[in-house]
């Protein structure tokens, strides 16, 4: 079926949000019809554990000693619809379960989570490659709740655009940081674009944000269609922010899944919801992460819930999978090389 028919079939079933039924949607997604018991439930996997990173694509897989930690690429198709915030709180809800977390803010074009953590950051990943030649120490900073920020740089356009001296000097210092952390979490910058296409192929778990909104329905489903076509078995979960009810969210994971099952033949599992929160605006005018500034709040224990489902499913994978994969930045400099590369006639 064309692209254009499949955008159409979404967009109708956007349309028909009004008549949908639990009992519907029920029968229509088995992935997601299990209970739930917060906002955030466990997050409903499209296989059974996460698979390492070896899997990636057309990527050779090098017998690396896998770094520890597990790559969280947060993602979205359309714009403001919260990535930052959840890719924050989640910094800090993994932090309160005791974990190493590194936050790196790959929006290369709007870097902000320093203003959301309220840090001051003196130099950003643009020093690491620029003639500075900063370290990777020197460069992150503290967030609060516990977590390392790794501030992004204002106005690359494109990280797979940076020519190849800069991206390895990039790719090589944020290795480091791999073997320091459980859990990496990049923030991406909204759209299709082959950095975030790259990032969320090489993530062992990519959160695709959305509201109940349909044009970021649409924008969503198309980001999902982007990374599979280019990475079949991306692990990606639909996290729907600002809802009005569970239930919303779950309607709205039920159609994206659905559309996704019938055309691309793949699972998208759900990592849950987040309310609509007027805490989460006002953290943001305060500069602290709405789990340190409202931790009792909606949003921030479904974030909580979030962090927890994500901790338990890790050490699930780890058990089936073992301690050993390719490290994901180093993954991610040969996607990036092979990409320039010219193909072979
Ligand atoms: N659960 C929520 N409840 C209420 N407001 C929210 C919620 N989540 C996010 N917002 C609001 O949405 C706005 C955009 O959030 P954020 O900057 O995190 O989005 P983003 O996806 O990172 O944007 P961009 O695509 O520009 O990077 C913020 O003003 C924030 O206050
Ligand atoms: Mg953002």
Sequence with gaps: MAVADQAQRLRDLVRDDAARTEADAKTQAPTAARPVRSQAPSPTPPRPAA??????GNESAPAEVRP?????????????????????????????????VALVDVDMGLANADVICGVKAPYNLAHLIGPQKRKLREIAVDAPGGFKLIPGANGISDMADLPA???????????????????VILD??????????????????????????????????????????RTPLANLYLLVNQVES??????????????????????????????????VGASVIRRVPFCLAFP??????????????????????????????????????????????????
């Design 51 to 56: 698979a390492p990173r070896s899997r990636q």
């Design 188 to 229: 991406t910058s909204a759209g299709i674009n082959s950095a975030v296409i790259a990032f969320a192929g090489m993530a062992d778990t990519v959160l695709v944000v959305t509201t109940p909104e349909p044009t970021a329905v649409t924008d969503a489903y198309g980001l999902v269609k982007s990374v599979l076509k």
């Design 165 to 183: 001296p800069m991206l390895e000097r990039l790719i090589s210092h944020l290795t480091q940081i791999e073997s320091q952390c459980d859990f």
């Design 296 to 345: 009792n709040g909606r949003a921030s224990l479904a974030v909580g819930h979030l962090g927890a489902a994500l901790v338990r499913r890790t050490a699930r994978a780890d058990e089936l999978t073992g301690p050993s994969r390719a490290g994901f930045f180093a993954g991610l400099g040969r996607w990036f090389a092979a990409a320039r590369r010219p193909a072979a006639t």
């Design 68 to 100: 520890k930690a597990h790559v969280i690429a947060v993602a979205s198709g359309k714009g403001g619809v919260g990535k930052t915030n959840v890719a924050v709180n989640l910094a800090v809800a993994l932090a309160q379960l005791r974990k190493k």
């Design 246 to 279: 569970e239930l919303q969210g779950k309607e709205v994971h039920q159609r994206i899944a659905m559309v996704a099952r019938r055309f691309l033949q793949r699972e998208v599992g759900f990592a849950g919801s987040i309310p609509l929160d007027r805490s």
